[in-house]
């Protein structure tokens, strides 16, 4: 009876071996053919801009074409479905973002959960935001802003990107830090709402650095304050939310997840290429052009940053009782 037991356990264990061995062989030779990596956006945005400068990064370091595949709409739930349908094999990525944590809470019914769903990757860069004023306002300071927003209650208006966007979110934040009452206008994304706020008809707005500078650099629109917990190079004289309005942070994020069970072996490797691309000098300086900072860490770490990020604004969606479109 020992005999045939120690047989069993011996054949057993042959047969994972050999069930294993398929899998990690794949895992070493990857990849060996195109990756596609989706994003929730349209083309010519700054996601797509993104996506396809990571992908360009990419495809020199693995030796494989990435090929960016835009899958707009549903505020990139319909990319982040797609990804989560795939099989898990490395060959479809999602170029993942803040949408992404708070689409988490915004909507009702998914038909995934992004954290139980997908396997983080690599964490890429993070856009800071900008609270920005038009000139005829009497506020050259957040501290002046939040006076005059006070002694006006209702009266000042805050350009929204649209309900559950990044600009809607950091406003509201900031809403619920100040104890200020400022109307929030929605539009259908920030570029349809620029107009009116350099025309003055809206007072105010957050928008991110990259999409934003221009405007400030020209004196179209006042830049009050920064989003990060840190002054930004690109805005050395702007100082933070934070500097007044104590424990405010708020940035947009890149990265990089695959669907779950994704081998370890193959998201290890990502991993760091995405580090090694992130401490190359020449992609540093591209990342900056863009008004963003690079921001590498482990796939534990860019794991344990979704979920405090989605945790984050689930609190600010829930307590401004936010709801899509």
């Given at each position: 009876m020992k005999l045939r037991r120690r047989l069993f356990l011996q054949l057993a264990t042959c047969a994972a071996v050999l069930f294993a061995a398929p899998h990690i062989a794949s895992a070493q030779n990857y990849p060996s053919k195109p990756v596609r990596l989706l994003v929730g956006f349209p083309a010519g945005g700054p996601a797509d801009i993104g996506a396809r400068l990571v992908a360009q990064w990419l495809s020199e370091r693995l030796g494989q074409q990435v090929i960016v595949?835009?899958?707009?709409?549903?505020?990139?739930?319909?990319?982040?479905?797609?990804?989560?349908?795939?099989?898990?094999?490395?060959?479809?990525?999602?170029?993942?973002?803040?949408?992404?944590?708070?689409?988490?809470?915004?909507?009702?019914?998914?038909?995934?959960?992004?954290?139980?769903?997908?396997?983080?990757?690599?964490?890429?860069?993070?856009?800071?935001?900008?609270?920005?004023?038009?000139?005829?306002?009497?506020?050259?300071?957040?501290?002046?802003?939040?006076?005059?927003?006070?002694?006006?209650?209702?009266?000042?208006?805050?350009?929204?990107?649209?309900?559950?966007t990044v600009p809607h979110i950091y406003a509201e934040l900031f809403k619920m830090m100040t104890g200020t009452d400022m109307v929030?206008?929605?539009?259908?994304?920030?570029?349809?709402?620029?107009?009116?706020?350099?025309?003055?008809?809206?007072?105010?707005?957050?928008?991110?650095?990259?999409?934003?500078?221009?405007?400030?650099?020209?004196?179209?629109?006042?830049?009050?304050?920064?989003?990060?917990?840190?002054?930004?190079?690109?805005l050395p004289d702007v100082p933070t939310v934070g500097e007044t309005v104590a424990g405010y942070e708020a940035s947009g994020w890149y990265g990089i997840v695959a669907p779950k069970n994704t081998p370890v072996e193959i998201v290890t490797k990502l991993n760091a290429v995405v580090n090694a691309i992130q401490a190359d000098p020449q992609a540093r300086a591209r990342i900056a052009e863009l008004g963003a900072t690079p921001f590498a860490g482990s796939p534990a770490d860019f794991a344990k940053f979704i979920a405090e990020d989605t945790e984050k604004w689930g609190k600010v969606i829930r307590g401004a009782n936010i709801k899509p479109e």
């Open positions: 595949e835009n899958r707009a709409g549903a505020a990139t739930n319909l990319a982040t479905e797609a990804l989560v349908r795939a099989p898990a094999d490395g060959y479809t990525l999602l170029f993942s973002m803040v949408s992404n944590a708070i689409n988490a809470t915004l909507y009702d019914n998914l038909s995934f959960n992004f954290i139980r769903d997908t396997t983080p990757v690599a964490s890429f860069f993070l856009t800071p935001g900008v609270l920005m004023v038009n000139p005829a306002v009497p506020a050259k300071t957040v501290p002046e802003f939040i006076a005059y927003a006070k002694a006006n209650p209702g009266k000042i208006n805050l350009a929204s990107a649209g309900p559950g929030l206008v929605h539009y259908r994304g920030a570029g349809p709402a620029m107009p009116d706020l350099i025309s003055g008809r809206i007072q105010g707005m957050f928008d991110s650095v990259p999409s934003a500078i221009q405007h400030v650099k020209t004196g179209a629109l006042r830049a009050l304050a920064v989003t990060t917990a840190k002054r930004l190079d690109v």
